[in-house]
């Protein structure tokens, strides 16, 4: 079957820096795309990795590793606004997205 | 642009009853998707469709159906609503780009509890 793994929960100081990990396995690969969703609020769309290496976009960056089916969303100089669920997914051969359960990452002051 | 945006944010129903969400897009994106999402899972595909006219199934089908007659919007139906359709559905778009690079934007979702 096919498969997403992410951490429940993670807890950060504000100022600091975190990384959310995601395992996947799934039948085919046509990238990885992380979201970011406020609570009450819909997904929005923060990155896509369909190569190996680091995508960096302003304070956030992704991960990929195609070959160990990981990839980590890598948050920088966090602010109490970063405080919310994000999701990674992975496109199927199929190109339908396979959803892991999101990580709640809570900022503390 | 608005975006996509989904009607009612908000609805409460009995078991037996029926009832439509609406999906609009002004993107003018070809695939449409229908979500629902429970806690402490992953959202998870009802239908889809890939343009104007045709819709397809995806993970958790039953108990639901969808229509897309015109291509800036999206209805999924619920015949006879059951407690276990008690979630948070949400909408998306895309466009298809051949290389992968679909990404989907999401509607604001509707909160619907099933009594």
């Known amino acids: 079957g096919q498969n997403i793994d992410q951490p429940t929960e993670m807890t950060a100081t504000e100022g600091a820096i975190v990384q959310i990990n995601c395992t996947y396995q799934t039948s085919g690969f046509n990238g990885l795309f992380w979201y970011q969703q406020h609570a009450g609020e819909a997904p929005t769309f923060l990155s896509y990795n369909v190569l190996d290496g680091l995508e960096e976009k302003g304070r956030f960056s992704s991960f990929l590793s195609r070959s160990k089916g990981y990839s980590y969303l890598l948050l920088k100089e966090l602010q109490m606004k970063d405080s919310a669920s994000y999701l990674c997914?992975?496109?199927?051969?199929?190109?339908?997205?396979?959803w892991g359960a999101g990580t709640k990452l809570i900022i503390k002051p | 642009n608005a975006g996509v945006t989904q009607t009612p944010k908000f609805r409460v129903l009995k078991t037996g009853q029926s009832m439509t969400l609406l999906c609009a897009q002004d993107m003018n994106h070809e695939y449409m998707y229908w979500y629902r999402q429970d806690p402490g899972m992953g959202l998870r595909l009802i239908h889809y469709s890939v343009g104007e006219g045709t819709t397809a199934k995806g993970e958790v089908p039953d108990g639901y159906n969808v229509s897309r007659l015109k291509k800036q919007n999206f209805l999924l139906g619920l015949e006879s609503a059951a407690p276990s359709q008690t979630s948070v559905y949400f909408c998306?778009?895309?466009?298809?780009?051949?290389?992968?690079?679909?990404?989907?934007?999401f509607g604001p979702g509707t909160r619907l509890t099933v009594l």
């Open positions: 998306a778009s895309s466009q298809p780009g051949g290389t992968g690079t679909d990404t989907q934007y």
């Open positions: 997914a992975v496109m199927d051969s199929n190109y339908q997205l396979i």
